[in-house]
């Protein structure tokens, strides 16, 4: 096997099936899909040239839209292939975004 590793600001994601606790209905918009990461690129550069490294880290569990990124097989493993903008949100993550704490459902 030869090693991969994402570049730039994308990631791994291998997508998992999630429990159903809720529903909210908002027209035909498809339900976002959970996923582990499993791999990180180092991070990208603005167009200003400013250098940011990825908010998401190995092991995280992400929200994406089903549709967001590349389907590949990697290792008889399905991933998906996303840029970090793709991630809707980070999973039981104490993440704090412009002074709000997390969002705990």
């Known amino acids: 096997m030869i090693p991969v590793t994402p570049i730039g600001d994308k990631l791994f994601?291998?997508?998992v099936e999630t429990t159903k606790?809720?529903?909210?209905?908002?027209?035909k918009v498809?339900?976002?899909v959970e996923g582990i990461v499993?791999?990180?690129?180092?991070?990208?550069?603005?167009?200003k040239g400013v250098?940011?490294?990825p908010d998401v880290q190995v092991g995280d569990r992400v929200l994406f839209s089903q549709f967001a990124g590349q389907d590949v097989t990697l290792s008889d493993r399905d991933l998906k292939?996303?840029?970090?903008?793709d991630v809707q949100a980070v999973?039981?993550?104490?993440v704090k975004v412009g002074g709000l704490n997390e969002l705990t459902l």
């Open 13 to 15: 994601v291998l997508p």
């Open 21 to 27: 606790i809720g529903s909210i209905i908002v027209g």
């Open 30 to 32: 498809p339900p976002p």
């Open 38 to 47: 499993l791999a990180v690129g180092p991070g990208a550069h603005t167009r």
């Open 51 to 53: 250098f940011v490294t």
């Open 81 to 85: 292939v996303l840029a970090e903008c």
């Open 91 to 94: 999973l039981g993550a104490g």
